[in-house]
Nanobody, 119 residues
Framework: QVQLVESGGGLVQAGGSLRLSCAAS????????MGWFRQAPGKERKLIAR????????TYADPVRGRFTISRDNAKNTVFLQMNNLKPEDTAVYYC????????????WGQGTQVTVSP
């Protein structure tokens, strides 16, 4: 069982930056691909960034590509999301999740952290 705790959310003006962190415990962190999702009010939760468990291969959703960077530190059991040039449409609750090896299923989730971008 993996426990995930996000931090680093907050209120920022458009054009600003935030760095989200997700600390994992209770499992072997390096065995999991990790993803960042977000859910805006009234909308479905969507995957925005993913990093593989080996070789740190990253993928991004179109709305964040070029502005957000996902990274991981296996020694610290932590995954990060660096968010630059934030826009009001980035306002959402951001969740990290741990993926099941060999599948697209994310089995473990954090509680989420709110990011609000003002115009």
């Amino acid at each position: 069982q993996v426990q995930l705790v996000e931090s680093g959310g907050g209120l920022v003006q458009a054009g600003g930056s935030l760095r989200l962190s997700c600390a994992a415990s209770g499992g072997t962190f390096k065995d999991y691909a990790m993803g960042w999702f977000r859910q805006a009010p009234g909308k479905e939760r969507k995957l925005i960034a993913r990093i593989s468990r080996t070789y740190n291969v990253t993928t991004y959703a179109d709305p964040v590509r070029g502005r957000f960077t996902i990274s991981r530190d296996n020694a610290k059991n932590t995954v990060f999301l660096q968010m630059n040039n934030l826009k009001p449409e980035d306002t959402a609750v951001y969740y990290c999740a741990a993926g099941v090896v060999g599948t697209s299923v994310y089995a473990y989730w954090g509680q989420g952290t709110q990011v609000t971008v003002s115009p």
